[in-house]
């Protein structure tokens, strides 16, 4: 999904039609995400390339009664989800094992134990099956998942991703060429976002449930800070905002969570605001890319479109069930990969539940 500003429609086919081989026009590359509380299977490739299969299981009830996301828990479902969704995503397909060139599997960052029941399915798979295992960064499927929309960004372009535990500005000037710009020195925008959910009672997930509750509210009624604004840098902060939340909870009564829970999400979206904007000024980039789960937020998205509609810029984003963990990323990234490479990544790549993207390698297409 994209907000255009007069660009034409060619150049996102341009940028499509650079990641393909021609020498490998059908090849099927089949994607498992295992790194938290979803499991996700898809299968990406095909002429024209284009998403043939995409499921997914989501563990949020599983996990909401202890409150957050159980590790042994989040484990043990994907164990029981795997196989059946990757059956299911075949026969949505209409493919065989036989029709596939590679399986692409989460290899981190995220939950050590999770990762490994996704790693260890893809490589018996691939090496069952006779065809290469590619470990994906779960974060470069995030900052790629906008290229699975019909109008996808060209390169470079400025990338925000705001998914878990994560939020991070990179200069992207192609696949595995990033530059990390900067990123949160404490907690995560989704990490304050459930953070405050939980002091306003709203349960798990709360990210969610406090965007709900913050349509209730009235936007002139409390005025949050926007950490790390009042001085240059690329940087964030959110825990001052999340401490912000709770002196704001304990001074007021029930009746003002609504206004309070506005205030919070209003101040998050105008810090990313205002530092994507430092950002696209930085660099000289005129695209913006944001990807992961807190960029399905609805207010987060407006104040983004604001800014980018004032700088003259582009706008990119995936669809809501794009924005959170999924195997369409996963399949996707792979196959780019895959497609570029003539030695993918050997069955043995062990999990990485800590894997700074920047220590990616560039690829070239096309």
Not at 32 to 46: L, R
Request: hydrophobic share 45%; charged share 20%; aromatic share 6%.
């Amino acid at each position: 999904m994209v907000r255009r500003l007069g660009t034409p429609r060619r150049r996102g086919e341009a940028a499509r039609a650079r990641l393909r081989d021609s020498r490998m026009p059908h090849m099927w590359v089949l994607g498992i995400e295992s790194s938290c509380d979803e499991t996700g299977v898809a299968i990406y490739g095909g002429q024209p390339a284009s998403l043939r299969a995409h499921v997914l299981h989501s563990q949020v009830k599983l996990h909401a009664e202890w409150g957050g996301v159980v590790p042994e828990l989040a484990s043990r479902d994907h164990i029981r989800r795997v196989l059946p969704l990757t059956r299911e995503a075949l026969t949505q397909a209409g493919l065989a094992p036989k029709d596939l060139a590679g399986v692409a599997y989460t290899a981190g960052p995220g939950l050590a134990g999770a990762l490994l029941v996704g790693a260890s399915t893809a490589r018996a798979l691939a090496f069952a099956w006779g065809v290469p295992a590619i470990g994906v960064h779960h974060m470069e499927g995030h900052l790629l998942a906008p290229m699975l929309e019909e109008q996808p960004p060209e390169f470079p372009f400025v990338a925000l991703l705001i998914s878990g535990g994560h939020t991070q500005l990179m200069a992207v000037r192609a696949v595995g060429d990033y530059e990390l710009l900067g990123e949160s020195l404490d907690d995560a925008a989704g990490e304050a976002f459930d953070k405050t959910a939980k002091l306003l009672n709203l349960g798990y997930p709360g990210g969610p449930a406090l965007s709900k509750l913050a349509e209730q509210g009235d936007p002139a009624r409390f005025k949050f800070p926007r950490p790390m604004t009042d001085r240059p840098g690329l940087d964030f902060s959110f825990s001052g905002l999340k401490t912000f939340a709770l002196t704001t909870v304990q001074g007021h009564g029930e009746e003002a969570h609504a206004d309070i829970a506005r205030a919070f999400e209003e101040a998050v979206a105008d810090t990313l605001a205002i530092k994507c904007r430092r950002a696209l000024v930085q660099t000289g980039f005129a695209r913006l890319v944001i990807a992961g789960g807190v960029s399905a937020n609805t207010r987060v998205r407006l104040q983004l479109e604001a800014m980018v509609h004032a700088q003259g810029a582009e706008l990119y984003f995936p669809r809501p069930e794009f924005c959170t963990d999924n195997g369409a990323m996963i399949a996707y990234a792979g196959w780019v990969r895959l497609m570029a490479s003539e030695h993918p990544a050997a069955l043995s790549l062990p999990v990485r539940p800590r894997w700074p993207m920047t220590e990616l390698q560039p690829i070239t297409a096309g």
